[in-house]
């Protein structure tokens, strides 16, 4: 069977499908974690837009902003205000929508 009849014959669309609805936010580069004010969106419960900052990284000499990737809402941060961080590391953690 070529591939074009087995895309046909799947019955899904074929790519990334994940049905669990909790995301993680996660650090951008190395740093010094500083959480967003709690007026902002840092609050457990609050929602969440796609792109929005929930924190900023100190590194060396600036300040990069860590935002969500994903819509949902804010079920919490993984890390503390003034933790040290690595790229890849979760800080936060939402249920999409």
Same mark, same amino acid.
């Given at each position: 069977m070529d591939?074009?009849?087995l895309l *046909?014959?799947?019955?899904? &669309? @074929? /790519? =990334?499908? #994940?049905s669990v609805p909790e995301r993680v936010v996660v650090a951008p580069c190395v740093g010094l974690f500083r959480a967003a004010p &709690?007026? %902002? @969106?840092?609050? =457990? /419960?609050?929602? #969440?837009?796609t792109g929005q900052v929930v924190g900023y990284i100190d590194? !060396? *000499? !600036?300040? @990069?902003?860590?935002?969500?990737?994903?819509? /949902?809402w804010m079920m919490g941060l993984l890390v503390h205000d003034g933790e040290r @961080?690595?790229? /890849? !590391?979760?800080?936060?953690?939402?249920? %999409?929508l």
């Amino acid at each position: 069977m070529d591939a074009a009849a087995l895309l *046909d014959a799947a019955p899904h &669309p @074929v /790519g =990334e499908h #994940l049905s669990v609805p909790e995301r993680v936010v996660v650090a951008p580069c190395v740093g010094l974690f500083r959480a967003a004010p &709690p007026t %902002t @969106v840092t609050a =457990e /419960g609050e929602l #969440l837009a796609t792109g929005q900052v929930v924190g900023y990284i100190d590194a !060396q *000499d !600036q300040t @990069v902003p860590v935002c969500s990737a994903f819509a /949902g809402w804010m079920m919490g941060l993984l890390v503390h205000d003034g933790e040290r @961080v690595r790229a /890849g !590391q979760p800080v936060a953690w939402l249920r %999409t929508l």
